[in-house]
C-alpha cells in the first residue's frame, strides 16, 4: 500500500517592494494592478497548501539586492513558490532573482533561470522558437530613432521587447503605417519600458496552451491541459481584439469584461497543430513545471506563436486554474501538483 506524500513546508516568495510600494512607469499610465494582485495569489496559495496540510510563509523581497541575499540565505523550505516576475518594474532582474534562489539549492517552482530569460526576451524567444520550428509572426525590433518596421506588411502590433503581464500594450498598440509604428515604439522607448518589438499582426482567432509537468514511472512528461480560446465577442466595438494590460488586470474595463477564457471548440487538426507546437516552444525556451503557449490562428488556419508565459497568472478564476479545471483538477490539485513537481 502507498504511502502518503509528506507534508511540505513552502516559501512562497514575491516581491514585496512592489507590493508596500506600488510604481508606474510614468505619470500618464497606472500599471501597477499586475504587481498589487500577486498578494492576492500568495493569499490563494497559502490556502490551497493548507487545505492539502502543508504549511506555508511568505518571502517578500525587498527592494535591494543585499538585502535579498540576507534574505534568501535564511530561508529553509522543502521547495520555494516562485512569484517573482520583476522587482519594482525591472523585469531584467526576474532571471537574476530565480539565479539566487537556485544558488539557495531549495527547489523552485516553474522555469529555471534559462527558461525565464529566454521567454523575458521576446527577440531571443522569436529566435529559439523559429530554430525549433515554431511559427512566429514575420518581426523586428525597433530600439532607435534609427530603426523603423517598413519591410513588415501592416497592420502590426508594437509591444515591449522585454516585459511581460501585457506592460506596454493598449489599443494603440496595433498600428496601420510605417509611421505610426515608429511613433507607438518610441513613445514605449520613452516611456523607459522599450526598446519595442514589432511583429505583424494575424487579425484572427486566439487561443491559450497551457501544460503542465508530470512525473510518471521516475520520468518527467508534459502534459497539455484543455486549450482555450479568448472570447472577444463582447469587445468594445471597433477595438482591435487583443489582450491588452486593460484587458488582463483592469476589472472595470471594457477590454476586461469583453474578453473571457472559453473551451476551444476547433478541428482535431488544428488542435492537433496547437499543441504539437506549444510542446516544441516549452522544450526549445527550456521551461519547466508549467506553462503556456499563446497563439493567433488567421483566417486559413495557419497558427502562430505570439507569447510564450513561464510563469503564467496562478489566480483562482484566471485562464491557467480554468484550464486545469477543464482537465478535472481543482485549483488545490494544481498547486500541490507544481510544487511536488518542482521536487528533484
Known sequence: MAQPSPALSVGIVYDGAAVEEPYTFD????????VESIIDVVVEIERALAERGHSSFRVALPNDPSGILRMMAGVDADVLFNFVESLRGKAELEGAI????????????????????????????RAL??????????????????????????????????????HGIDRASVCHTPAETKARAMKLIERGIGPALVEQFIDGREYNVSMLETIENGERRLR????????????PDGAPRILTYAAKWDATSPE???SVSVLASIPDVLRDSLERHARA??????????????????????????????????????????AGERAGLTYEDLVEHVARTALP
Open 27 to 34: 505619470a500618464g499610465v497606472d500599471e501597477t494592478q499586475a
Open 98 to 125: 530565480r539565479g539566487v534562489m537556485a544558488v539557495r539549492g531549495i527547489p523552485v517552482t516553474g522555469a529555471s533561470v534559462d527558461g525565464l530569460v529566454n521567454c523575458l526576451h521576446k527577440p531571443r524567444t
Open 129 to 166: 522558437l523559429v530554430a525549433a520550428g515554431v511559427p512566429v509572426a514575420a518581426g523586428c525590433v525597433i530600439e532607435t530613432a534609427g530603426d523603423d518596421a517598413s519591410a513588415l506588411t501592416h497592420p502590426v502590433i508594437v509591444k515591449p521587447a522585454a516585459q511581460d503581464a501585457s
Open 224 to 235: 497539455t491541459l484543455p486549450i482555450a480560446e479568448i472570447d472577444f465577442s463582447a469587445f
Open 256 to 258: 476586461y469584461q469583453g
Open 281 to 322: 516552444a516549452f522544450h526549445a525556451l527550456d521551461l519547466s513545471g508549467y506553462g503556456r503557449v499563446d497563439f493567433r490562428v488567421d483566417g486559413a488556419g495557419n497558427a502562430f506563436v505570439v507569447d510564450v508565459n513561464p510563469n503564467p497568472d496562478f489566480s483562482r478564476g484566471a485562464g491557467f486554474h480554468l
